[in-house]
């Protein structure tokens, strides 16, 4: 009798757990997004922070943004009709050139007008995305530009061979193991790594030049991966005007004739349990690659 009494406890201990979490995770938020008056905004505030990738993986001790939900708060944004204009909140160093392209893309097929505000960094892959809006804002000290491609790794063959390990390559397709630490590059894989990023810095500095309105021959002399402050930038025509947040609210009421600003704020509001699916699924992949294999993974397609 004392066990069922003791499992009849754990089972109405477990349910009441399990009611209290679908309350928090589930029914609150649901409610809260039913009832939010911030719906009713007449400018889409969409930031963009931190390293842009495809997927936005995120823990407690990184923030990445997704190409696929920024490109959804786009969409939404632009298929809302309270919403008259767009404003990007951009912060961040660059990240994926394809997530970048992805991002950057949405902003020009938008039917309404995009502005684009750069706070303290807008390089590389942000600046892509900041460069596909109708007009681009930058604090004057804010880092902005870095036009370049980067793809950069450790090697270690040569610590290999000082403590007798040695790489028995088995591969099928020459270029299979094309960028692995374990040996040093030939002529010939360097020339083809170096073919791949080259063609990434066409695109990117096409891409600049058309959303700019500049000639292919300015980009190209400024795209050497050198970053610029925003009043550098400006000079350069690389953004339209410097300035902050209040900046940006003014030049969207006198352009757009909004007798003030309402802000709907889209975000991704990550919940507990999956903070700490990033936490756990990053300590196992940390360990499962190792040290090693963290600090020499390659980046090819990134942008920063």
Do not use: C
């Not at 201990?13 to 209290?20: D, H, S």
């Not at 007449?42 to 990184?62: D, H, K, M, R, Y």
């Not at 360097?190 to 500095?205: G, P, R, S, T």
């Amino acid at each position: 009798m004392k066990k069922r009494a003791d499992r009849s406890r754990l089972r109405l201990v477990l349910i009441t757990i399990g009611a209290v979490l679908f309350t928090l995770f589930v029914f609150l938020p649901i409610v809260f997004s039913l009832f939010d008056g911030s719906k009713l905004g007449n400018v889409a505030l969409i930031p963009i922070e931190g390293e842009i990738t495809g997927n936005g993986v995120q823990s407690f001790t990184t923030s990445s943004i997704s190409s696929k939900e920024i490109v959804g708060f786009i969409e939404d944004a632009d298929d809302n009709p309270q919403i008259k204009v767009l404003l990007l909140e951009i912060n961040s160093p660059g990240g994926s050139a394809v997530a970048s392209d992805e991002i950057a893309s949405a902003v020009k097929k938008a039917q309404k007008p995009v502005v684009a505000y750069i706070r303290e960094a807008g390089a590389s892959g942000a600046y892509w995305i900041a460069s596909a809006a109708d007009h681009v804002i930058a604090n004057r000290m804010s880092i902005t530009g870095s036009i370049g491609v980067l793809s950069s790794y450790l090697e270690f063959s040569g610590l290999m061979q000082d403590y007798n390990v040695s790489y028995q390559r088995l591969v099928a397709g020459e270029n299979k193991d094309l960028g692995t630490p374990f040996k040093k590059l030939t002529v010939q894989e360097q020339a083809l790594l170096q073919k791949k990023l080259d063609k990434i810095h066409d695109f990117f500095i096409e891409e600049v030049a058309a959303n700019r309105g500049l000639e292919l021959s300015q980009v190209q002399k400024m795209a050497t991966g050198e970053f610029f402050l925003g009043v550098e930038a400006l000079e350069l025509g690389l953004v339209d005007q410097l300035g902050g947040k209040e900046e940006a609210e003014l030049f969207i009421q006198e352009k757009f004739g909004l007798p003030d600003v309402d802000y709907l704020q889209y975000e991704h509001r990550a919940g507990f349990f999956e903070l700490l699916s990033g936490v756990v699924s990053t300590f196992f992949f940390n360990v499962g690659e190792g040290i090693g294999s963290m600090l020499t993974r390659p980046q090819f397609n990134l942008l920063v």
